[in-house]
């Protein structure tokens, strides 16, 4: 067997690259590419380059070397963007990033690129979210942007409120006029720098007053002209955690004004996605692409989705929203599917409970649930075991039809609409040639189904809200 060879790649001094190498045991030969003149105390050959190497043409073969191993001081990405262009240039693909006392991070150079890149961060990794739904941070090498990563790191995360000082001394400053100088934040960034850090940028008190008065003017502008997203590396930046949660990584003070000026959506930059949650997207594509080619019966409503075509009508949502008695609060959602209504009438104040009894839904149901951080109420049994409260409203959209296909579930479905101490229904009706009504006990047809539904229920009048599609109706059903 040939030997195992090495291209270290060194932007990082000596004791660093010698501390990094020992604690991973590089076998077999290794090379050093260095800009500086050191060796390693290995067994090694050493390539000397001037610093300007990265931009001439070297005679460097890379494809003799197994793996390229690049040796940084620290996990950050952006002051590496000439040695990543360097690889890139000579086809580089896959490298191994050692850094002190981490693990190696194994990525692409692409990946790394594609964080300065605004025509790649555009196409893949931009989504658009309620700056609203990040409560939490969590702090992850900059490294491993671009990759799916598995294990714990998206437990381990602390409350942005409480965090970010930034975020907490901006509502002082907007909201109480307070000073810079006598915020959290400001004496924070201050001891940081009185202890030899350099901070966003400022390595001194006048560094700092100047700092702050830009986030004053970032966010005066931000608050007349809006959101303007311009370079790749300004970017809020977020992690997508096992069950949809988003993570603030990166831009606290771009986020900060955005919670503060309570802007309905930004554009952000998703950096690290969990395994689990990249499987979930996985298996919710490959349940449409058997379900309906590739088609849904509603929106899934998390900004980490691409959008899914859909086969039922959706101007529904907005009718029954407009339509809904300005008196109901409580709504009961029969047979609620992926719970994409609930989530939906949730954001207008109602208080929905969504009942569904397939477990297959009902699995996707609850994982969009907590993704959305939705606090509806989700039970899985069938309509017919619910132990039934009082509701203002109900939907019944696309489910009667199934409880009139045989006269064990005419008979239950006729007792449960006795039962019901409702206000208000909508109903969605199939229509009466579909394939599935074939051999049905009963068909009733779109307004003759609605007297059915008022006959047999404590509501008294309907109208028709709108025809939808596939020949169905909706109805409005009133007390
Ligand atoms: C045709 S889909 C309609 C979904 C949703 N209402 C809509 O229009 O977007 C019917 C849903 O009702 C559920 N379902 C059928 N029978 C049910 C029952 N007895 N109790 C609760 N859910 C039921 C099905 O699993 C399915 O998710």
Redesign the pocket.
Known sequence: MSEQRTLVVAAASQSVVEKCIASVALSGKVTLLTTKKYSLPIESSTLYLDAAMFDEALEIDFPEYDSIVLVQPNDRVVSYLNVYRFLQKYNVEQVNILTPDKPVISTSVSKLLSYFSLSDVESSQVIHIDPQLIHDCVSLPQICHGQILSGDWDLDCVPFDSHISFYESLKQRVEQNVPWEDTHYFAEVLSDIRSGQSRFGCSSESDLIRHCAAMDSLFQSISEEGWIQSKAVDYVTIHISRDGKMLFADGRHRLSIAKQLKLKSIPVKVSVRHAQWVNFKAEVKSYANAFCHGRL??PVEHPDFVEFEQT?DSSRYTLIQRNILPTSTTVL?????WG??CGFLEKFGYDCTA????VK?FYFLDKLRTANQKQFKAVR????DFEQSKFDAV?A???FH?FIKTPELHKMFVTFLGKLDINEMFL?THSTDEPQMIGAYKNYKDEEFARFVIEHSCLNRFELISDMEHGRKLFHLVK
């Open positions: 019966y509603a039922q959602d029969i047979g609620s599917h994409y209504l009942v569904e009894g397939d839904n049994t069938s309509i017919f939907l959209l696309n489910i199934h969605q």
